[in-house]
């Protein structure tokens, strides 16, 4: 019985070894394991303090481009202003050229009253064509709008006879359109 008791001895001893051996194997796998996730986490913190570094930076540029593009806007509608304000001041030139170009030479403006940017019109013309052509050439220019025959009436000027008139229309100084430039403005004044 000894012999079998030591090698049972020597069975539990072995037996004994494997379990000690295969739990270090299990402890250096869970040691590997957790220096490798330690190192993991470490590089995918790095990455995320890089990301949050680059969107910071990106942040401030984008932060940079929108007010640069509010002050492109503030600048634009400055402009805008000042273009509208120099049409302005040259519109009423630039409205009685289109009116002397309007009128046909068989017609006569005899009065023309302005307010609020409704202008009267009143004159003289040999007929009713006349009239309706001083209207529609009137009608092409970019400072007046809406016009319209107020009335025409009969009128006998010694052997004459004349239509005479009264057209409304609308009269925008600035023009409709771009208006005309600078260079063909001065272009026009030289």
Do not use: C
């Not at 509608?77 to 273009?83: E, F, L």
């Not at 009143?122 to 009137?138: C, E, S, Y």
Request: hydrophobic letters at 40%; proline letters at 3%; glycine letters at 6%.
């Amino acid at each position: 019985m000894p012999r079998e008791e030591a090698r049972r001895a020597a069975t539990r001893q072995r037996d004994q070894g494997f379990v000690v051996l295969a739990l270090v194997g299990l402890l250096a796998v869970i040691l590997l394991a957790e220096i490798w996730t330690r190192t993991q986490a470490a590089d995918v913190q790095a990455e995320v303090r890089q990301n949050r570094a680059e969107l910071t930076e990106l942040d401030k540029r984008y932060q940079e481009s929108l007010r640069t593009e509010a002050r492109l806007r503030e600048l634009s509608a400055k402009r805008d202003t000042i273009d509208l304000l120099e049409r302005q001041r040259r519109g009423p030139v630039y409205v009685l050229e289109d009116l002397g170009a309007a009128t046909p030479d068989a017609l006569w403006l005899t009065e023309m009253s302005e307010s609020g940017g409704s202008v009267v019109l009143k004159g003289q013309g040999l007929d009713n064509q006349t009239i309706a052509l001083f209207m529609r050439q009137l009608e092409t220019s970019p400072y007046f709008s809406r016009v319209d025959l107020v009335e025409t009436k009969h009128l006998e000027k010694g052997q004459a006879e004349l239509k005479e008139f009264t057209i409304r229309a609308q009269v925008a100084y600035a023009g409709v359109g771009p208006g005309p430039t600078a260079e063909s403005a001065e272009g026009a004044s030289s």
